[in-house]
């Protein structure tokens, strides 16, 4: 292993796209890090264009590595890979080189795996500090650099059934995550707790910022209901009723304009768009046409595309109306980028890039990365594409256009 202090991450700032920009024959190309879960705009959507699908589609992998079991996600940033994984009930924080794979430096602690084994969440990087937060509740903050400790917490009392599973979200001088009743945030330097909304059970789903006006809030889900909270001292400003069988709300709030918010569940639920402000919430539309059982659907346009239980479907953003469905990728994770989805299959670890297109399903490239079952959205970031299956193989995938 190489000396961990030899290769220390440049500063990422949150909310600020991290891009490389180089000009190509007149046209602007963008490179970008990855820095938290749904990247560095939280909704999913990377600017890169750096990439091509004709490259996906040679199924060229850089290199492999075994993480252990569970359902993290890639922060990817200043030239690292970070992820979570679960081996005899001892969670454990990877770092990786991005262009080699060689493992930079590890952290483990004593965490038990639990059913469908591991943790949910996904590192976030901010500057030289890095987030993660296991299933039992564990909060971390490690040097990016190096992967000491520089704090840590126990956040929640209230574990949901299958473990926490938010991802821990930096906005400012905060870091939240979804523990307790509606959320609990602590300053990100020092660990100390700045608000928290008292016990109870959380929902699966991580914390998503909102400004309405000037005032800043976070939309959590609680096991039943959407709570927004105000930014500055936690305290819910409103809630909206979501019951799904065995309390699942894994899928994140989307954000549609400056008031409209977009929720979905699975086991029969569906969606609902909202409107909301500081003051209150209300329905707009509600049905069952996209039922998110574990990813969250990406906007691009006037149309949400994601999973719909089991096919990947495409519905518009007015009323909810289904575009077009299309089967055989299971319950997959996507993301989106210049205009294409990357889907990573279900079962198989196919990975398929498609265009956003609201007219009908386009598959422009495929190839199998992996095998086995995957929760997990795949993460591009600067010509890769890093996918990983339930069991903890992860694969780098070479996407970089000519």
């Known amino acids: 292993m190489r000396h961990a202090s030899s290769h220390r991450p440049s500063p990422i700032?949150?909310?600020?796209?991290?891009v490389s920009v180089v000009?190509?024959?007149?046209?602007?190309?963008?490179?970008?890090?990855?820095?938290t879960w749904r990247g560095p705009t939280h909704d999913g959507i990377s600017a890169?264009?750096?990439?091509?699908?004709?490259?996906v589609a040679a199924g060229k992998v850089l290199w492999r590595a075994s993480v252990g079991k569970g359902h993290s996600s890639f922060a990817v940033a200043g030239g690292r890979v970070y992820t979570l994984g679960n081996t005899d009930n001892q969670d454990t924080v990877f770092c990786f080189?991005?262009?080699?794979?060689?493992?930079?430096?590890?952290?483990?602690y004593a965490c038990r795996a639990g059913n469908y084994p591991g943790p949910r969440s996904t590192p976030t990087v901010d500057g030289t500090l890095v987030y993660t937060l296991s299933r039992e509740g564990h909060l971390h903050c490690l040097?990016?650099?190096t992967g000491e400790v520089t704090w840590t917490k126990k956040v929640a009392t209230e574990i949901p059934r299958w473990g926490l599973a938010s991802s821990p979200i930096v906005h400012g001088d905060l870091v939240v995550v979804n523990a307790g009743s509606s959320g609990t945030a602590f300053d990100k330097k020092t660990g100390k707790q700045v608000w928290s909304a008292g016990a109870g059970m959380p929902g699966y789903a991580s914390p998503v910022a909102m400004k309405t006006g000037s005032k800043l809030s976070f939309l959590l889900f609680s096991k039943d209901s959407l709570i927004g909270v105000n930014g500055k001292t936690g305290k819910p400003q409103w809630s909206f009723p979501w019951k799904t069988k065995y309390d699942?709300?894994?899928?994140?709030?989307?954000?549609?304009?400056?008031?409209?918010?977009?929720i979905s569940s699975g086991y029969d639920k569906g969606c609902a768009m909202l409107k909301a402000t500081s003051r209150g919430v209300s329905k707009v539309w509600q049905n069952t046409n996209m039922r998110n059982h574990v990813g969250s659907c990406v906007l691009h346009g006037d149309h949400l595309y994601g999973?719909?239980?089991k096919n990947l479907a495409c519905i518009d953003v007015k009323r909810g109306d289904t575009k077009w469905t299309q089967a055989g990728l299971g319950k997959g994770g996507m993301m989106l980028a210049d205009g294409k989805l990357i889907v990573l299959s279900e079962e198989g670890g196919e990975l398929v890039i498609a265009e956003a297109s609201s007219k009908a399903f386009v598959e422009i490239a495929r190839a199998q990365v992996l095998d086995g079952h995957t929760w997990t959205p795949p993460v591009l970031a600067n010509g890769r594409i890093y996918c990983r299956n339930d069991a903890g193989a992860v694969a780098c995938v070479d996407a970089r256009g000519d």
């Open 13 to 18: 700032w949150l909310g600020v796209l991290c």
């Open 23 to 35: 000009l190509v024959a007149g046209t602007l190309v963008r490179a970008e890090d990855w820095p």
């Open 48 to 55: 890169e264009t750096t990439w091509s699908p004709e490259a």
């Open 97 to 108: 080189d991005a262009e080699t794979g060689e493992k930079v430096w590890t952290k483990s």
């Open 143 to 145: 040097d990016a650099a």
């Open 248 to 262: 699942v709300l894994a899928a994140d709030p989307i954000l549609v304009g400056k008031s409209n918010v977009f």
């Open 307 to 309: 999973f719909d239980d």
